[in-house]
Protein backbone atom coordinates (compact mmCIF):
# COMPACT_ATOMS: atom_id res chain seq x y z
CA UNK A 1 0.00 0.00 0.00
CA UNK A 2 2.98 2.78 0.76
CA UNK A 3 4.40 1.34 -2.70
CA UNK A 4 1.19 2.02 -4.42
CA UNK A 5 0.95 5.55 -2.57
CA UNK A 6 4.42 6.58 -2.97
CA UNK A 7 3.90 5.76 -6.75
CA UNK A 8 0.87 7.93 -7.42
CA UNK A 9 2.05 10.96 -5.72
CA UNK A 10 5.17 10.69 -8.03
CA UNK A 11 2.63 10.65 -11.40
CA UNK A 12 0.83 13.21 -10.00
CA UNK A 13 4.04 15.62 -9.91
CA UNK A 14 4.78 14.39 -13.46
CA UNK A 15 1.44 15.32 -15.02
CA UNK A 16 0.48 17.91 -12.48
CA UNK A 17 -2.69 16.03 -12.15
CA UNK A 18 -3.70 15.52 -7.85
CA UNK A 19 -4.06 11.99 -6.89
CA UNK A 20 -7.66 11.37 -5.39
CA UNK A 21 -8.16 12.50 -1.76
CA UNK A 22 -9.74 9.69 0.12
CA UNK A 23 -13.10 10.80 2.11
CA UNK A 24 -12.89 10.62 5.29
CA UNK A 25 -15.34 8.31 7.49
CA UNK A 26 -18.19 9.53 9.48
CA UNK A 27 -17.30 9.53 12.88
CA UNK A 28 -17.53 6.36 14.48
CA UNK A 29 -20.34 5.54 17.05
CA UNK A 30 -17.54 5.15 19.37
CA UNK A 31 -17.20 9.23 19.82
CA UNK A 32 -20.34 10.19 19.32
CA UNK A 33 -21.31 7.57 22.41
CA UNK A 34 -24.47 5.89 20.54
CA UNK A 35 -23.32 2.60 19.88
CA UNK A 36 -26.01 -0.01 19.61
CA UNK A 37 -25.50 -3.03 22.13
CA UNK A 38 -24.94 -4.97 18.88
CA UNK A 39 -22.33 -2.96 17.59
CA UNK A 40 -20.85 -3.13 20.95
CA UNK A 41 -21.00 -7.00 20.84
CA UNK A 42 -19.14 -6.75 17.22
CA UNK A 43 -15.91 -5.44 19.11
CA UNK A 44 -12.82 -7.55 19.78
CA UNK A 45 -11.76 -6.89 23.56
CA UNK A 46 -8.81 -5.27 22.56
CA UNK A 47 -10.87 -2.45 20.70
CA UNK A 48 -13.70 -2.18 23.52
CA UNK A 49 -10.71 -1.54 26.32
CA UNK A 50 -9.41 1.23 24.05
CA UNK A 51 -12.83 2.23 24.19
CA UNK A 52 -13.85 2.35 27.57
CA UNK A 53 -10.30 4.16 27.89
CA UNK A 54 -11.23 6.81 25.42
CA UNK A 55 -14.26 7.49 27.23
CA UNK A 56 -12.58 7.90 30.63
CA UNK A 57 -10.00 10.43 29.66
CA UNK A 58 -12.52 12.13 26.82
CA UNK A 59 -16.11 13.12 27.52
CA UNK A 60 -16.64 11.87 30.91
CA UNK A 61 -13.72 13.57 32.37
CA UNK A 62 -15.14 16.88 32.59
CA UNK A 63 -17.89 14.45 35.16
CA UNK A 64 -15.21 13.82 37.23
CA UNK A 65 -14.79 10.21 36.06
CA UNK A 66 -11.90 9.92 34.24
CA UNK A 67 -11.15 6.92 36.24
CA UNK A 68 -13.80 5.30 37.73
CA UNK A 69 -14.59 2.09 34.95
CA UNK A 70 -10.41 1.04 35.51
CA UNK A 71 -11.67 -1.90 37.07
CA UNK A 72 -13.98 -2.43 34.05
CA UNK A 73 -10.27 -2.15 31.82
CA UNK A 74 -9.08 -4.98 34.28
CA UNK A 75 -12.19 -7.07 33.39
CA UNK A 76 -11.78 -6.53 29.68
CA UNK A 77 -7.64 -6.80 29.93
CA UNK A 78 -8.62 -10.70 31.69
CA UNK A 79 -11.35 -11.46 28.66
CA UNK A 80 -8.51 -10.40 25.84
CA UNK A 81 -5.42 -11.87 27.28
CA UNK A 82 -7.44 -15.06 27.87
CA UNK A 83 -9.02 -14.93 23.91
CA UNK A 84 -12.63 -14.73 25.88
CA UNK A 85 -15.46 -12.97 24.93
CA UNK A 86 -15.06 -13.15 21.01
CA UNK A 87 -18.34 -11.78 19.08
CA UNK A 88 -21.77 -13.67 19.71
CA UNK A 89 -20.80 -15.30 22.82
CA UNK A 90 -22.52 -14.88 26.10
CA UNK A 91 -19.04 -12.76 27.69
CA UNK A 92 -19.48 -10.76 25.09
CA UNK A 93 -22.81 -9.92 24.86
CA UNK A 94 -22.57 -9.37 29.29
CA UNK A 95 -19.66 -7.16 28.64
CA UNK A 96 -21.28 -5.53 25.75
CA UNK A 97 -24.23 -4.86 28.22
CA UNK A 98 -22.04 -3.35 30.20
CA UNK A 99 -19.75 -0.81 28.06
CA UNK A 100 -23.28 0.36 26.28
CA UNK A 101 -24.94 0.94 29.77
CA UNK A 102 -21.91 3.05 30.20
CA UNK A 103 -21.63 5.06 26.98
CA UNK A 104 -24.98 6.18 26.72
CA UNK A 105 -24.73 7.32 30.94
CA UNK A 106 -22.12 9.04 29.86
CA UNK A 107 -24.02 10.82 27.09
CA UNK A 108 -27.30 11.25 28.83
CA UNK A 109 -25.24 13.06 31.53
CA UNK A 110 -23.49 15.42 29.35
CA UNK A 111 -27.00 16.06 27.69
CA UNK A 112 -25.79 14.91 24.55
CA UNK A 113 -28.38 12.20 24.00
CA UNK A 114 -31.91 10.73 26.16
CA UNK A 115 -31.56 7.57 24.50
CA UNK A 116 -31.19 4.87 26.96
CA UNK A 117 -31.26 1.73 24.09
CA UNK A 118 -33.20 -0.37 26.24
CA UNK A 119 -30.56 -0.61 28.79
CA UNK A 120 -31.83 0.19 32.56
CA UNK A 121 -28.21 1.07 33.40
CA UNK A 122 -27.62 3.76 30.96
CA UNK A 123 -30.21 5.60 33.37
CA UNK A 124 -28.42 4.37 36.35
CA UNK A 125 -25.13 5.40 34.98
CA UNK A 126 -26.72 8.81 34.05
CA UNK A 127 -27.48 9.39 37.12
CA UNK A 128 -24.66 8.25 39.19
CA UNK A 129 -22.13 10.63 36.50
CA UNK A 130 -24.62 13.56 37.66
CA UNK A 131 -24.24 13.08 41.18
CA UNK A 132 -20.88 12.31 41.12
CA UNK A 133 -19.80 15.35 39.14
CA UNK A 134 -22.29 17.56 41.81
CA UNK A 135 -20.31 16.51 44.68
CA UNK A 136 -23.11 14.23 46.14
CA UNK A 137 -20.98 11.21 46.54
CA UNK A 138 -18.42 12.20 49.03
CA UNK A 139 -18.43 8.82 50.86
CA UNK A 140 -16.55 5.75 49.73
CA UNK A 141 -19.72 3.55 50.90
CA UNK A 142 -22.42 5.88 48.58
CA UNK A 143 -20.14 6.12 46.15
CA UNK A 144 -19.86 2.67 45.64
CA UNK A 145 -23.40 1.67 46.18
CA UNK A 146 -24.09 3.94 43.11
CA UNK A 147 -21.75 2.68 41.55
CA UNK A 148 -22.42 -1.07 41.69
CA UNK A 149 -26.41 -0.24 40.99
CA UNK A 150 -25.43 1.16 37.56
CA UNK A 151 -23.51 -1.91 36.94
CA UNK A 152 -25.52 -4.27 38.02
CA UNK A 153 -28.34 -2.89 35.95
CA UNK A 154 -25.92 -3.12 32.93
CA UNK A 155 -24.81 -6.52 33.91
CA UNK A 156 -28.25 -8.14 34.09
CA UNK A 157 -29.48 -6.51 30.81
CA UNK A 158 -26.07 -8.08 29.05
CA UNK A 159 -27.05 -11.31 30.48
CA UNK A 160 -30.93 -11.48 29.75
CA UNK A 161 -29.75 -10.28 26.17
CA UNK A 162 -27.25 -13.23 25.58
CA UNK A 163 -30.32 -15.79 26.93
CA UNK A 164 -32.77 -14.21 24.81
CA UNK A 165 -30.57 -14.77 21.64
CA UNK A 166 -30.03 -18.39 22.48
CA UNK A 167 -26.35 -17.91 23.82
CA UNK A 168 -26.92 -18.73 27.30
CA UNK A 169 -23.66 -18.87 30.08
CA UNK A 170 -21.55 -22.46 30.12
CA UNK A 171 -21.32 -24.00 33.49
CA UNK A 172 -18.05 -22.53 34.08
CA UNK A 173 -19.25 -18.83 33.07
CA UNK A 174 -21.94 -19.08 35.57
CA UNK A 175 -19.76 -20.00 38.24
CA UNK A 176 -17.84 -16.58 37.35
CA UNK A 177 -21.02 -14.27 36.87
CA UNK A 178 -21.08 -15.20 40.17
CA UNK A 179 -18.04 -14.01 41.17
CA UNK A 180 -18.97 -11.18 39.97
CA UNK A 181 -22.12 -10.76 41.64
CA UNK A 182 -20.31 -10.95 44.93
CA UNK A 183 -18.05 -7.90 44.06
CA UNK A 184 -21.16 -6.01 43.34
CA UNK A 185 -22.42 -6.78 46.43
CA UNK A 186 -19.36 -5.85 48.09
CA UNK A 187 -19.52 -2.47 46.66
CA UNK A 188 -23.37 -1.96 48.17
CA UNK A 189 -22.46 -4.04 51.08
CA UNK A 190 -19.72 -2.06 52.67
CA UNK A 191 -20.30 -1.63 56.36
CA UNK A 192 -21.62 -5.40 56.68
CA UNK A 193 -18.84 -6.79 54.71
CA UNK A 194 -16.17 -4.83 57.36
CA UNK A 195 -18.14 -5.84 60.07
CA UNK A 196 -18.06 -9.82 58.66
CA UNK A 197 -14.45 -9.05 58.84
CA UNK A 198 -13.56 -7.66 62.17
CA UNK A 199 -15.72 -11.34 63.08
CA UNK A 200 -14.18 -13.80 60.72
CA UNK A 201 -11.04 -12.15 59.87
CA UNK A 202 -8.89 -13.94 62.72
CA UNK A 203 -10.21 -17.07 61.13
CA UNK A 204 -9.01 -16.62 57.62
CA UNK A 205 -5.40 -14.79 58.41
CA UNK A 206 -4.20 -13.71 60.99
CA UNK A 207 -3.65 -9.86 60.24
CA UNK A 208 -6.83 -9.60 58.30
CA UNK A 209 -8.98 -8.00 60.69
CA UNK A 210 -6.23 -5.42 61.85
CA UNK A 211 -6.01 -4.09 57.78
CA UNK A 212 -9.53 -5.15 56.91
CA UNK A 213 -10.46 -1.09 55.56
CA UNK A 214 -7.53 -0.69 53.45
CA UNK A 215 -7.68 -4.25 52.09
CA UNK A 216 -11.53 -3.70 51.16
CA UNK A 217 -10.47 -0.64 49.70
CA UNK A 218 -8.17 -2.61 47.11
CA UNK A 219 -10.50 -5.04 46.56
CA UNK A 220 -13.23 -2.33 45.75
CA UNK A 221 -11.73 0.40 44.40
CA UNK A 222 -13.10 0.64 40.34
CA UNK A 223 -10.23 3.78 40.12
CA UNK A 224 -7.89 0.37 39.68
CA UNK A 225 -7.15 -2.13 37.33
CA UNK A 226 -4.85 -4.66 38.60
CA UNK A 227 -7.20 -6.02 41.32
CA UNK A 228 -9.80 -6.86 39.11
CA UNK A 229 -7.92 -8.32 36.64
CA UNK A 230 -6.08 -10.44 39.39
CA UNK A 231 -9.24 -11.13 40.96
CA UNK A 232 -10.73 -12.75 37.47
CA UNK A 233 -7.71 -14.47 36.74
CA UNK A 234 -8.43 -16.20 40.59
CA UNK A 235 -12.07 -16.55 39.99
CA UNK A 236 -11.91 -17.86 36.61
CA UNK A 237 -9.24 -20.32 37.80
CA UNK A 238 -11.88 -21.64 41.06
CA UNK A 239 -14.71 -21.56 38.18
CA UNK A 240 -12.35 -24.02 36.17
CA UNK A 241 -10.84 -26.42 38.48
CA UNK A 242 -12.11 -25.89 41.86
CA UNK A 243 -15.50 -24.38 42.22
CA UNK A 244 -16.15 -23.12 45.66
CA UNK A 245 -19.28 -25.35 47.27
CA UNK A 246 -21.18 -25.68 49.94
CA UNK A 247 -21.69 -21.87 50.99
CA UNK A 248 -25.25 -19.65 50.94
CA UNK A 249 -25.65 -16.43 50.01
CA UNK A 250 -23.51 -13.64 48.51
CA UNK A 251 -22.02 -13.42 52.42
CA UNK A 252 -20.92 -16.39 52.23
CA UNK A 253 -19.14 -16.26 48.78
CA UNK A 254 -17.15 -13.37 49.90
CA UNK A 255 -15.88 -14.73 52.70
CA UNK A 256 -15.21 -17.78 50.81
CA UNK A 257 -12.98 -16.07 48.35
CA UNK A 258 -11.15 -13.88 51.16
CA UNK A 259 -8.22 -16.14 51.81
CA UNK A 260 -7.43 -15.77 48.12
CA UNK A 261 -7.80 -12.50 47.60
CA UNK A 262 -5.99 -11.09 50.89
CA UNK A 263 -3.30 -13.28 49.24
CA UNK A 264 -3.62 -10.94 46.31
CA UNK A 265 -3.56 -7.71 48.09
CA UNK A 266 -0.02 -8.80 50.40
CA UNK A 267 1.54 -9.82 46.93
CA UNK A 268 1.92 -6.02 46.23
CA UNK A 269 -0.77 -5.30 44.32
CA UNK A 270 -1.76 -2.16 46.58
CA UNK A 271 -2.70 0.86 44.98
CA UNK A 272 0.01 3.65 45.72
CA UNK A 273 -3.31 6.00 45.26
CA UNK A 274 -6.67 6.52 44.74
CA UNK A 275 -9.03 9.94 43.86
CA UNK A 276 -12.43 8.07 45.44
CA UNK A 277 -14.35 9.45 48.43
CA UNK A 278 -11.74 9.26 51.78
CA UNK A 279 -12.56 5.79 53.02
CA UNK A 280 -12.35 5.10 56.70
CA UNK A 281 -13.88 3.57 59.52
CA UNK A 282 -15.95 6.53 60.17
CA UNK A 283 -16.80 7.14 56.63
CA UNK A 284 -17.53 3.48 55.43
Not at 111 to 138: D, H, I, M, Q, V
Request: with cysteine; hydrophobic share 40%; charged share 20%.
Amino acid sequence: MKRLLVAMSAAAMLTGVSPAVAVAEAPPCTSTLDCTVDEINAMSMADRLEFVRDMQSGPAASLGASDRWRNIEGVITFFRDRGLGAPGTWVSYVDAGIVEGIQRGIAIALGWSAETGGNPGSAKWASYLTRLSSGALTTRSAHDRAWSEAEQASTEYGNALAVSRGVPPTVVEWRFYQFSEMYRWALRNRPFALDLLAIYGPLIHPELAAVRVPFYDWFTDVSESAPSNRSCEMAYGFAELNPITGVTGMAGLFLAYVEELFEEYQGGLRPPRTTLPAATDTTR
